[in-house]
């Protein structure tokens, strides 16, 4: 038995890591969606606002 509950604690801490990864993978994910869309953003405002580079 106690062979058995050590496997099972060895798996059920390496699901907990490998999702508490993949959910922080995801939320970055999203941050950095983020981050690009406000640079493109940025960008398309700095282009109209009529600034011509030299």
């Not at 907990?16 to 993949?22: E, R």
């Not at 869309?37 to 109209?48: E, G, K, P, Q």
Request: proline share 2%; hydrophobic share 70%; net charge positive.
């Amino acid at each position: 038995m106690n062979p058995l509950l050590i496997i099972v604690a060895v798996v059920a801490v390496v699901l907990l890591i490998t999702g508490g990864l993949v959910q922080s993978l995801q939320f970055l994910l999203w941050v950095g969606i983020v981050l690009a869309i406000i640079a493109v953003i940025m960008f398309l405002m700095r282009s109209m606002s009529g600034r011509k580079s030299a």
